[in-house]
């Protein structure tokens, strides 16, 4: 399987603290079947002030890490970009790493804030769009205004975003709400990709497969690979070479 939300960093984010807590995550994902993962740091203006140039740094010192230690996970890297007023800025000053591009589109990982969807955010997505950059919508289960009013996010699959389920909403592990609303999008086919949004060994692993099974039992195996296999493998294809996961 392939992981495209996951914060594997040590100290760059509310991911793990120490590189050791790191190494950790990466061999329990290795254990549950993760054979690829790209690492998505937070960059949120005022909170986390992560750079493409530090991420790309931080993933390079884990990549070293892990090939010293046999550790088989392929890892690239993006980033979960908070949808704040300064996204314009940060695509005109080419400070946005993306997962790579699919069909002339580079593909960006786009959170919404917890609470609310901001008046205006379908816009930013259109001009994300008119400029060839897909958002792929990060855990939209999870929001607050979008488990009262799920409508909300129909412009925004209108125009042509992706959306990014976290694996463990289809399980419950967060809240009857979130769950609700990730068997929706489900039911409705309107997912392109599951992921782990793994963020510590506690209550944010970064295990896919018994999300993996759960999807296979209900919605079929073929489902299951296309969002934690298949599409997870397009979209990241620019990071990793021909040869990518083929067991789940």
Not at 109 to 125: T, V, Y
């Amino acid at each position: 399987m392939i992981d495209l939300h996951c914060h594997l960093l040590p100290g760059i984010d509310d991911g793990p603290a120490t590189p050791g807590e790191t190494l950790r995550l990466c061999r329990m994902a290795v254990a549950d079947g993760i054979t690829h993962a790209i690492v998505t740091p937070h960059i949120h203006p005022g909170r986390w002030s992560n750079t493409k140039q530090s991420i790309a740094r931080d993933c390079a010192r884990l990549q070293r890490a892990l090939a010293k230690r046999n550790i088989p996970l392929r890892v690239g890297f993006a980033a979960e970009v908070r949808l704040t007023d300064q996204v314009m800025r940060q695509v005109e000053q080419n400070e946005i790493p993306f997962y790579g591009e699919v069909d002339g589109y580079r593909v960006m990982l786009l959170e919404f804030p917890h609470n609310q969807i901001i008046p205006g955010s379908d816009k930013l997505a259109q001009w994300l769009l008119a400029r060839k950059i897909r958002p792929l919508i990060a855990h939209p289960e999870r929001n607050k205004q979008l488990m009262k009013e799920p409508a909300l996010l129909q412009p925004f699959i209108d125009i042509g975003c992706w959306l990014q389920l976290t694996a463990g909403s289809v399980l419950g592990n967060f809240g009857e709400r979130a769950e609700s609303l990730a068997k929706l999008l489900l039911d409705e086919d309107k997912v392109k990709v599951l992921a782990s949004d793994g963020h510590n060994i506690g209550a944010r692993k970064p295990l896919l497969s018994e999300p993996f099974s759960y999807i296979s039992e209900h919605y079929g195996e073929a489902r299951a690979r296309r969002l934690m296999l298949d599409n997870p493998e397009r979209i990241s294809a620019d990071q990793f070479s021909a040869e990518v996961a083929t067991a789940c």
